[in-house]
T-cell receptor, first 113, second 111 residues
Framework: EAGVTQFPSHSVIEKGQTVTLRCDPISGHDNLYWYRRVMGKEIKFLLH????????ESGMPNNRFLAERTGGTYSTLKVQPAELEDSGVYFC???????????FGPGTRLTVT | AQTVTQSQPEMSVQEAETVTLSCTYD???????LFWYKQPPSRQMILVIR??????QNATENRFSVNFQKAAKSFSLKISDSQLGDAAMYFCAFSTNKLIFGTGTLLAVQP
């Protein structure tokens, strides 16, 4: 069974540019989560999809962040326009059931200069 | 608000020795899960161990075990017979759905 994959592994962009991160969950996992770790701080929840629907987006920092999950498969997280404080590692995780253990992808390291 | 606290930013252990990583949490929920995740340098975060709050028995996975004290809201991780491959950042996490993480403990294993 393939694990959670994320693309790209690393992205360096300039302030004001747009970046799109992609996450492919484990096949059959309806639940998909986005998290991020900024500046060595704790990993913080961004949002949760159940299939294609946003179940909880309480962690999204502002309207510069847009997440989608078309067809309930892969998900994208777009940052537009990027700011310096958006730098960090963005993790995606998936699970078959809510409250159960989540399987993490390797993360995308975003650097905004 | 639900919070998770890991009070040890860094720990060190000798190979083959035992080390305990501390974690406390705060919640008003009665039904939840607790997890320890491990992230080796430049590698993927993986689940080490899981504890259901309704279970009184402490979870164990080979050399890894937890001391779950529900009343005290404490969830420590014990690593026995430490190996070089155990060196990693360890995150304690609480979940009623989304995961709430502590700040992590960086564990070094000395040969």
């Amino acid at each position: 069974e393939a694990g959670v994959t994320q693309f790209p592994s690393h992205s360096v962009i300039e302030k004001g540019q747009t970046v799109t991160l992609r996450c492919d969950p484990i096949s059959g996992h309806d639940n998909l989560y986005w998290y991020r770790r900024v500046m060595g701080k704790e990993i913080k929840f961004l949002l949760h999809f159940v299939k294609e629907s946003k179940q909880d987006e309480s962690g999204m920092p502002n309207n510069r962040f847009l997440a989608e999950r078309t067809g309930g498969t892969y998900s994208t997280l777009k940052v537009q326009p990027a700011e310096l404080e958006d730098s960090g590692v963005y993790f995606c995780a998936s699970s078959r059931y809510t409250i159960y253990e989540q399987y993490f992808g390797p993360g995308t390291r975003l650097t905004v200069t | 608000a639900q919070t998770v606290t890991q009070s040890q930013p860094e720990m060190s252990v000798q190979e083959a020795e035992t080390v305990t990583l501390s974690c406390t949490y705060d919640t008003s929920e009665s039904d939840y899960y607790l997890f320890w995740y491990k992230q080796p340098p430049s590698r993927q975060m993986i689940l080490v161990i899981r504890q259901e709050a309704y279970k009184q028995q402490n979870a164990t996975e080979n050399r890894f075990s937890v001391n779950f004290q529900k009343a005290a809201k404490s969830f420590s991780l014990k690593i026995s017979d430490s190996q070089l491959g155990d060196a990693a950042m360890y995150f304690c996490a609480f979940s009623t759905n989304k995961l709430i993480f502590g700040t992590g403990t960086l564990l070094a294993v000395q040969p």
